[in-house]
């Protein structure tokens, strides 16, 4: 006979977050004569949390990213958001989508929490950022006995603006 405990052990999985983030530059043309030019590239693109016993890690860390952010011929704000496609889906077990956070530094970068209702702020600024600031952005997922077995994944989108 086993107990709960034991049975909730077997069954832990492994959490899979993957991040659609290629290279990405945008040109905007103002109602000026001068254009903006905005480039963001995040790397690596899969973002993984190892399996682990909620009881001693209640909270799984992944690797760090590096989210690349350049704003060219800018003259007002501009704005970096992230936002998840859905909650976390392994057939039909879910892990919801807030139960991944991330801290991030060095500022303009900030730490937040994941959501697939809103876009979340990461980072923003005023004017241009030339050359290029990196920042690094360490996701955590709230461990649980909660979640079924298996592998999880989702896409969250990383969205560089400047209005």
């Given amino acids: 006979m086993t107990t709960p405990r034991a049975h909730h052990r077997r069954r832990a999985g492994c959490a899979i977050v993957r991040i659609t983030a290629v290279a990405l530059t945008v040109w905007l043309q103002a109602s000026w004569v001068t254009a903006q030019k905005l480039t963001l590239a995040v790397t690596p693109s899969t973002v993984s949390f190892a399996s682990a016993d909620p009881d001693t890690t209640p909270t799984i860390v992944a690797a760090p990213i590096t ?3 350049r704003v060219q011929s800018n003259s007002g704000a501009w704005h970096l958001t992230v936002q998840a496609n859905g909650d976390l889906l392994s057939g039909g077990a879910t892990i919801d989508a807030t139960q991944v956070s991330w801290t991030a530094a060095p500022p303009p970068f900030q730490n ?12 923003s600024g005023t004017g241009n950022v030339n050359p290029a600031i990196n920042g690094s952005v360490v996701f955590r997922l709230a461990n649980s006995w909660n979640y079924s077995a298996g592998i999880y994944s989702q896409t969250i989108v990383f969205t560089l603006s400047a209005p």
């Fill in 112 to 123: 937040g929490t994941l959501s697939k209702v809103a876009a979340q702020p990461i980072a």
């Fill in 67 to 69: 989210v690349s952010v």
